[in-house]
């Protein structure tokens, strides 16, 4: 029996209704949302709807978003993620990306943790939020985090070394039970994909850990773009899929709206690529 699931990323839902104006005084914040509002030219809400329907009527047995969920981190919007995830009728796992932790102030109250953490419950180490492991029969998902406020139009992400350690020796204990490891990732994992200041700052950390102790498949997002590869492990390639954003309208190759469909077992990968045809999604591979 598989584990099968449906992989989206980035999709940026925004709410600022109830915004109180002071939130705004914060420089960051204002050209934050003026380039939010922007965004909400090339982004709709209707397309995470139809992700989630797919997802129904597929009987997944989970939604997985691997970051990006809001804009600004702001308290309204993780009032709206938490809502249209609960409601969403499949279970769901997430994890953070730059987008969710996009003020000093997020992150040091935990914003992200504090609303979502019914969608990343699972073993951790104590003290830690990242990685946490969620069990499945002949899989495992790790979920990591990279994300740090940074300065304003700085995107990168950070693991740290403290958490590569953690994920180290949660590869190997998965191993060591015969799952196929599905680590979650927001940031692009292989050397080159990401922009300059969009990056993840300790990718070659990163890469050492895969390299040593090996994952079947690496998910991320962010550069809202279609990116397939793999990664050096001890047995073996590390599979590495990218998806573009959720809600993206663009119809642009490799730039569309998008998500993927899994089924992973002990051995086999099994994918279905969905990309926005204008109204609606379909298969392209
Ligand atoms: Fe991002």
Redo the contacts with the bound molecule.
Sequence with gaps: MSFRFIHCS?IHLLDLTGVRPWRFFNKRLTGGVNLALKRRRMHSDALFDQIIEHARARKADRLIVT??LTNLALEAEFELVKRRLGEAGVAVTVIP???DAYTKGSVRSRRFETYLSGFMEGERASGADYPFVQRFPGVGLVGLSTAVATLPLF?TGTLGDAQLGRLAKILDALKREGRARIVLI??PVMPGVSKARHDLLDLAGFGAVIERHGAELILH??EHKHIEGVLPGPEGPALVHGVGSGTCLSLKPGREGAFTYFEVAPGTIEKQHYVWRGASFERAE
């Design positions: 980035d970051g990006d990306g730059n987008h995107a927001h940031h997002g962010h």
